[in-house]
């Protein structure tokens, strides 16, 4: 279809159009934020983990485990901690709402990215190419890591068929599952975690 046909097809709809994206962006985003920061603190607790978990996802959700906060620090910094957060389309955009980047729009995703407030940038980079039998067994735990862009994360997929029954339903925690699952991944796997905090120290 040209891009003159789908002009004239969104002007022609455009009041359904401008009717769904309000929808999306009010009520649905809040039930869905309500949802995941329900389970997530839920986890979060019951781990004794620190940690924000806001209700509006833009707002953004973190937690880590009290041990890898940075030492002798008046601020809230952690060597090492775990954000909620949505992953770009292909074409390098962000979707246009979160409901997009939960059902995977044109690529979008979501995800647990592991941070440092300790290092920059550069340094987080240089740690995660050269830490490579500690990446190595996060890899094999179900991690995805791109030291050329700095990503250590838990990659978390959503089935578009389930979410829409968790908003029929209003219901969302087996649609949410995956969310709950990414955070076991990463409990399970503390102890790597912690020695991956143990040689940011070392470069801090």
């Known amino acids: 279809m040209s891009e003159t046909s789908v002009g004239k097809l969104i002007v022609r709809h455009i009041e359904e159009l401008e009717a769904a994206l309000r929808f999306v962006r009010g009520s649905m985003s809040q039930s869905l934020g309500n949802a995941v920061a329900d389970l997530v603190d839920d986890r979060r607790r019951a781990l004794d983990w620190d940690g924000e978990v806001n209700r509006d996802l833009n707002e953004g959700i973190w937690f880590a485990p009290s041990e890898w906060r940075t030492a002798n620090d008046d ?12 992953t770009d389309c292909l074409d390098g955009e962000e979707a246009e709402t979160w409901i997009g980047a939960f059902c995977g729009f044109a690529g979008a995703g979501i995800r647990l990215r592991l941070k440092t407030n300790a290092l920059g940038q550069r340094e987080w980079k240089t740690l995660l190419r050269t830490e490579t039998k500690l990446i190595d067994q996060l890899v094999e735990g179900g991690f995805s890591c791109d030291p050329k862009k700095g990503e250590l994360a838990a990659l978390i997929s959503i089935e578009k068929d389930k979410l829409a029954e968790a908003f ?13 699952w990414a955070i076991d991944r990463i409990a399970k796997h503390q102890a790597t975690f912690d020695q991956l905090v143990s040689a940011i120290r070392i470069k801090r």
């Open 168 to 180: 029929a339903d209003e219901e969302f925690d087996e649609a949410l599952q995956p969310v709950g």
């Open 75 to 86: 601020e809230e910094n952690y060597d090492l901690y775990v954000e909620f957060e949505e």
